[in-house]
């Protein structure tokens, strides 16, 4: 059983367009994540909420929109999708305790690529 | 936001005892300090946690010293199959409060044989 999952897992579009990531976890997690590694490797996180609740919202574009239906999916909106937005993204997952551990789970990520 | 440090690289042979350490000077007190590995087209996978002294769990240890302002990951007599990039994490998540997760930039750990 896939823990959490990411669909694509290959996306290749155009400058300007819209494009959606879906990421579910069946760990029963409240908490999950966006990350987006560049081609030097450097992971960066993007997003993260709590039971649908945004916690962390690190500087990136306006274009780039989560929506976290129920606590098991976290999905990521793209609008007008531009070459540097090229990457793979990840999401993760974790059930976190009252003092602030946490062990993360990450999908097998998507390669987005704009051309 | 606390920034982290690693060694780019590391060659090690197998058998051997394989030690990364992470700077992260200014570690805030809430955080812990987590060890992910990475293969090629796959996502990270959790190696380790810690918030002080040392952790050891069935696969690696992890020694941090009484300032927390650096972390050393073990890797007990590896093999070819722990050739991979591995990051130190740096934070802290608790529910309803948001918290900053740094990653290292990743160091790339080969295993020759």
């Known amino acids: 059983d896939t823990a959490v999952s990411q669909t694509p897992k290959y996306l290749v579009t155009q400058m300007g367009n819209d494009k959606s990531i879906k990421c579910e976890q069946n760990?029963?997690?409240?908490?999950m994540y966006w990350y987006k590694q560049d081609s030097k490797k450097f992971l960066k996180i993007m997003f993260s909420y709590n039971n649908k609740e945004l916690i962390i919202n690190e500087t990136v574009p306006n274009r780039f929109s989560p929506k976290s239906p129920d606590k098991a999916h976290l999905n990521l909106h793209i609008n007008s999708l531009e070459l540097g937005d090229s990457a793979v993204y990840f999401c993760a997952s974790s059930q976190d305790t009252a003092g602030g551990s946490y062990e993360q789970y990450f999908g097998p990520g998507t390669r987005l690529t704009v051309t | 936001l606390a920034k982290t440090t690693q060694p780019i690289s590391m060659d090690s042979y197998e058998g051997q005892e394989v030690n990364i350490t992470c700077s992260h000077n200014?570690?805030?007190?809430?955080?812990?300090i987590t060890w992910y590995q990475q293969f090629p087209s796959q996502g990270p996978r959790f190696i380790i946690q810690g918030y002080k002294t040392k952790v050891t769990n069935e696969v690696a240890s992890l020694f941090i010293p009484a300032d927390r302002k650096s972390s050393t990951l073990s890797l007990p007599r590896v093999s070819l199959s722990d050739t991979a990039v591995y990051y130190c994490?740096?934070?802290?998540?608790?529910?309803?409060?948001?918290?900053?997760?740094?990653f290292g930039s990743g160091t790339q750990l080969t295993v020759l044989p």
């Open positions: 994490l740096v934070g802290a998540v608790s529910s309803g409060s948001a918290r900053q997760l740094t």
């Open positions: 760990l029963g997690h409240d908490t």
């Open positions: 200014n570690i805030a007190t809430n955080d812990y």
